[in-house]
């Protein structure tokens, strides 16, 4: 609302108000009830329309400062901002200067580390080769030993069936000879 129109508001409030005062006192005097509560009425509608009027200029003056502060801070914010992207921008210079000077040193320094590591790695391969031939020697020598203590079972098991195939073929050539002796017959084969 213009301040024109601010003024125009305000006073027909104030000629709103003194008219309902007039009726208020003038039903009072005469004992018209209804021009006093119609006074009354246009009274209480002056006084809304002032605080309204009033809270709407108080809103108007809050949204002009807010309006002049974020313009104020805009300003100082872009202010800020472009002192800060200078302050990068050297500091990235800076960077830059500092990331090339030490290049050559970070690239000597890995290339010593790389070789570092290749020659470890290749100290380990050969210790997991040398570790891997011990643990397959020992692997077939425990092998080897089981193997011939197998075989060692085995002969021992062929021995002792020979030798009692042996005491058996004895006994049956005693027992033959004791039936010889004793006149026994024979048994016939398909009898």
């Known amino acids: 609302m213009s301040q024109h129109n601010k ?9 709103t108000s003194v008219k309902g005062k007039a009726k208020e006192i003038v039903g009072a005097v005469t ?4 021009l006093t509560a119609e006074g009354q009425l246009e009274q209480t509608e002056a006084r809304k329309r002032k605080e309204a009027s009033t809270t709407e200029s108080v809103a108007d003056a809050q949204a002009q400062q807010a309006r002049t502060e974020a313009t104020e801070a805009r300003l100082e914010g872009a202010a800020e901002r472009t002192e800060v992207e200078a302050q990068a921008a050297a500091e990235k210079q800076q960077a830059d200067r500092q990331r090339v000077a030490d290049k050559g040193a970070v690239t000597a320094a890995a290339h010593q580390d790389l070789a570092a590591e290749r020659r470890q790695a290749e100290h380990d391969a050969q210790r997991q080769v040398q570790e891997a031939r011990t643990q397959e020697r020992v692997e077939t020598a425990a092998a080897q030993a089981e193997t011939d203590e197998a075989l060692d079972d085995q002969w021992s098991s062929v ?12 006994a049956r050539q005693r027992a033959e000879e004791l039936a010889d002796d004793a006149g026994v ?7």
């Open 185 to 191: 017959p024979r048994d016939q084969e398909g009898n």
């Open 7 to 15: 003024a125009d508001q305000a006073r027909k409030g104030l000629i």
């Open 31 to 34: 004992g018209n009830d209804s």
């Open 159 to 170: 021995r002792a069936s020979a030798h009692d195939r042996a005491d058996a073929a004895r």
